[in-house]
């Protein structure tokens, strides 16, 4: 029986892009298809030298994007247009994802999803919580934090059927692809 093969270092050269007030680094197409999956990547990634825990982004086109924080940002002097050195390295350890105050509110008020919230992987809570904030509209929004409950209650361990590989950062997306700068 054939087993998986653990997922190799990707080096590369980039740039960096402002989106609106943005900072994010796009993967070079030949890095992005050495990378495990078409969807959201946990790993460690080197900026030039820095080290920076992350979850890569699905740009929606079957690339990926890495979102460069303030820290780091600050940390690195980085400017719109930088060219940075990536060492990417997937692991399997995903961090706990921020869970947007509103969705967090809803899981505390609905104390039966405590261990049911505790018990579903990393990696699946990052999907409930794209999946939540992949809307601008508030109504939407809202509907999915209800929905979210009901169908963690239920039984549910991931939301639903939207497409993983695409872009759901409603801040740097249109119709699920990443955006190109301005």
Not at 1 to 22: F, G, N, S, Y
Not at 61 to 78: K, M, N, V
Not at 156 to 163: A, E, I, S, W, Y
Request: proline share 9%; charged share 30%.
């Amino acid at each position: 029986m054939a087993t998986k093969a653990e997922p190799t270092t990707v080096e590369c050269t980039a740039h960096t892009e402002l989106i609106a007030d943005r900072m994010i680094v796009r993967l070079p197409d030949d890095a992005s298809a050495a990378l495990p999956s078409r969807g959201q990547i946990a790993a460690t990634v080197t900026v030039d030298g820095a080290p920076y825990p992350t979850v890569i982004e699905p740009d929606g086109r079957r690339g990926h994007w890495i979102p460069i924080d303030d820290g780091l940002r600050s940390e690195l002097d980085l400017a719109g247009g930088a060219t940075v050195e990536l060492e990417i390295e997937p692991t399997k350890e995903w961090p706990e994802p921020d869970v947007p105050e509103d969705f967090s509110a809803a899981l505390a008020d609905a104390s039966d999803l405590t261990e049911t919230w505790q018990d579903i992987t990393p990696m699946a809570r990052w999907e409930w919580v794209r999946w939540i904030n992949a809307t601008k509209n508030p109504v939407t929004r809202d509907r999915r934090v209800e929905v979210g409950v009901s169908k963690l209650r239920s039984g549910k361990r991931r939301p639903c059927c939207f497409d993983l590989s695409s872009c759901t950062d409603p801040e740097v997306a249109k119709s699920g692809k990443l955006v190109e700068p301005e």
